[in-house]
């Protein structure tokens, strides 16, 4: 049998320089907004306080970035071009600490091996203004402002094969804007200007540290108007000890309430010390923030900004610096976590004026089409308009019972259910003590068709859920009992009541097996499930929480469910959602005729249970129709 051919044999031979960049800029630079990011970076690395994009066909005939930054001295102009040449660290110990965007000294000589570039630079201090030739290395004397312009054309000229990659000037013109507001979004300090084929098509003003404003001007009025605040900080270190200063990580920024949610993750930001990056860790501890809250498929969006020790991130990952490796990822998943979890758990009854605009229901309305009500179908026409408290209008004249005069809810709270954690009690009792007036989701008027609470406030109507927020209320009270008896140390258990007459039910095979199997897991969570006779089960204690229900139907769904996870650490893990399948059958059914008292004491419990504006899984539970809606529905002019 003849020996496999060998390949022919070719020497090793260094590549010449010009390749060599070639080679890196096939890694950094992909298309225009690759250059965008570059050369932006760039500018805010020299201190820009405004920077003034150009472009001509979508960036591929014409990049120019201008800045008023520190410029380059004339001695270095020619530097800025070689490969492996920076100002900005020195050595290892530079690297490892680097808070500048820029350290790798490849971005101007890879561009400039793909493209005819052109640097104009004024420096600091100086009365000349020189312009450095790429392609030729040629240097001259120009006139121009302190700071600095670089040119980029005809981009790929030198490799028409990266050229045919590249979509129409539409599609490359909005990639080059997004990567310019991932700029904005970091620094609102500098103004950012775009232009394409001669006309202005984002300006964005220099606001100090107004990051609100920059996120309305960026992403729009109603990103503001549908996000709250996140601020959160690790404990203070000094408390802890010394050496621990490192490891202090704050995180702010805004997330999106459930509602704003979209169809594609398009508006999730996420910047570690000042820089945008994507990562799985983060965009991870984000979105399990929501796991409790967000509908399906649908993306949360958020600005969230990591500002931590240098040192304990590594920027040196890939080369285009939008991954990053966090030295301890597991305290940077909590610490997001818990900011944005912290933000999204209170509830938005309490704000004041917490009113969903027209343009916001409707929205959803589109959004969510299949299962829009009615109602909000109405709306879709009405026009946008800034969100917040209107002036008082007339009240809605419904006719319906009024609540016993003299009787104060605070008191008819236990008619609803009897309420078994102290610190809802309080928050309950303190909900209802304030001025009937103040109550943000209002004063309950009637129950619509077995479904919906009305009620209204000093917006107009506020319509409820009963079931989904009944549902929410007794999912945060079993997971805060878990939690307190977790804390607690002592075995585990959700605070139970046995049946005066046991429960019995026919069972199948495999649900004797796994109530066997878990009899632990259940006792935790407040069940006791145990043999009756060979066929038959005995629910003989169910949680208090739920002791109005139905046991055998709790029962049998709490044992599908453990079915389904069969290792233990699995139904660890799976408590949350064993919890939100006993909620649900908890929680009031539809076609139960509640009393206005009953009403009115879910409406109490709604303003001081955490998540209470989304049901388990993730929908409304309230919206508020405003007197002015309702005007423009009935075309009443004021
Ligand atoms: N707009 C600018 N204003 C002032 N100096 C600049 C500007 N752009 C580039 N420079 C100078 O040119 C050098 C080279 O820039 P280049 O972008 O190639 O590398 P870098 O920013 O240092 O690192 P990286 O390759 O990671 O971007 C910079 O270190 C900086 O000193
Ligand atoms: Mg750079």
Known sequence: MNAPALPPRRPIRELPDALISQIAAGEVVERPASVVRELVDNALDAGAQNITLRLQAGGVRLISVEDDGMGILPGELPIAFKRHATSKISDLNDLESVSTMGFRGEALAAINSIADCAILSRASGQSEAFLLDGRTGELRQIARAQGTTVEVKELFYSTPARRKFLKTDATELAHCIEAVRRHALARPDVGFAIWHEGKVVE?????????????????GPDFLA???AVEWQSADPR???????????????RVGIPDA?????????????????????LTHAARSAFEDVLHGQRQPVYALYLEMDPTRVDVNVHPTKIEVRFRDSREVHQAVRHATEDALSAPRAQA?????????????????????????????????????PYPSQSPIAFHVQESLPGQRVSDLAALWQPIDSPRLETQTAQAAAAPEGDWPLGRALAQLQGIYILAENAQGLVVVDMHAAHERIVYERLKNQWAD???????HRIASQPLLIPATFACSDAEAATAEAHADTLHALGLEISAFSPRTLAVRAVPTTLAQGDAVALARSVLSELEQHEASTVVQRAHNALLATMACHGAVRA??????DEMNALLRDMECTE????????????????????????????
């Open 611 to 638: 998540r209470s504006d989304q049901c388990n899984h993730g929908r409304p539970t309230w919206r508020t129709v405003t007197v002015a809606d309702l005007d423009k529905l009935f075309l009443r002019g004021r």
């Open 226 to 228: 549908r996000s709250v």
């Open 485 to 491: 008896a977790e804390g607690g140390g002592t075995s």
């Open 352 to 388: 004041a004026g917490a009113v969903v605009p027209a343009s916001a229901i409707a929205a959803t309305a589109v959004d969510q089409a299949s299962s829009a009500p009615l109602w909000t179908q109405a709306l879709q026409s009405t026009p946008q308009r800034a969100p917040g």
């Open 239 to 253: 408390a802890d000890g010394a050496g621990l200063e490192a490891r202090r990580m704050r995180v702010w920024g």
């Open 591 to 596: 076609n139960r005729r509640l009393t206005l």
């Open 261 to 281: 949610a979209r169809a594609r993750a398009d508006q999730q930001f996420c910047y570690v010390n000042g820089r945008f990056v994507r990562d799985k860790v």
């Open 203 to 219: 300006q964005w003003r220099a606001c100090g540290s107004d990051l609100d404003r920059r996120l309305a001007d960026v992403l």
